[in-house]
């Protein structure tokens, strides 16, 4: 089975300071890793996968996540937050023959001016 | 990226009554549609996976005669809410995904609220 956790339920931070929101997961075989950003009463909009290559992926926004398979992690970073990243981002994982997405239970971001 | 189209994105219906909520891939044929039912500040959870021409596969606890998912073309899933009940009011959101993608595109939502 597989599966992802986002520990944190929210995370705050200042405009301009840089901004983490942490994912770790579990799948049979290789993983096919995703960052989706969720605002309000909205649909999810794809931020950046990771497939294979390097382990630093770039993503839309100015969000880029790492992929670190020892520690079964793919945490989403961003250098300097804007107001406008406050929204609910969710991590995804699915094996590379399996279709499902399983998604972490989101993070809340929130950043204040 | 590709684009998904969801529509209504709101709809309130009165209790006993259906509801049909379509999904759209706009640019890409998707081989492959998925639901998803969202609760406030919750994660999705899916409902189902459907494969354009083939009947749809439910996830555990999803009735499959109450949430009626049609994908009759590459480009369109229609799921249907039959004889609505207050406690199916919530969030709809499909995805689709089509061809060498990798990752699956999201529609807008429905918010769908039962009275």
């Known amino acids: 089975a597989q599966s992802v956790a986002q520990p944190e339920d929210q995370v705050n931070v200042a405009e301009g300071n840089p901004l983490t929101v942490k994912c770790t997961y579990s799948?049979?075989?290789?993983?096919?890793l995703f960052w989706y950003v969720q605002y309000p009463n909205r649909g999810l909009q794809f931020l950046l996968k990771?497939?294979?290559?390097?382990?630093l992926v770039k993503g839309s926004y100015g969000f880029e996540a790492e992929f670190n398979k020892s520690q079964t992690s793919f945490h989403l970073k961003k250098p300097s937050a804007l107001v406008s990243d406050s929204a609910l981002y969710f991590c995804?994982?699915?094996?590379?023959?399996?279709?499902?997405?399983?998604f972490g239970a989101g993070t809340t971001v929130t950043v204040r001016a | 990226g590709a684009v998904v189209s969801q529509h209504p994105s709101r709809v309130i219906c009165k209790s006993g009554t259906s509801v049909k909520i379509e999904c759209r891939s706009l640019?890409?044929?998707?081989?492959?549609m998925f639901w998803y039912r969202q609760f406030p500040k919750k994660s999705l959870m899916l409902m189902a996976t459907?494969?354009?021409?083939?009947?749809?596969?439910?996830e555990q606890g999803v009735e499959k005669d109450k949430f009626l998912i049609n994908h009759a073309s590459l480009t369109l899933s229609t799921l249907t809410v039959t004889s609505a009940h207050p406690e199916d009011s919530s969030f709809y959101i499909c995805?689709?995904?089509?061809?060498?993608?990798?990752?699956?595109?999201f529609g807008q939502g429905t918010r769908l609220t039962v009275v």
């Open positions: 995805s689709a995904r089509g061809g060498r993608e990798a990752e699956a595109f």
């Open positions: 799948v049979s075989g290789n993983p096919y």
């Open positions: 990771y497939i294979t290559g390097d382990n």
């Open positions: 995804a994982v699915r094996g590379s023959n399996d279709y499902k997405l399983s």
């Open positions: 640019d890409f044929q998707a081989t492959t």
């Open positions: 459907s494969n354009e021409g083939s009947k749809a596969t439910y």
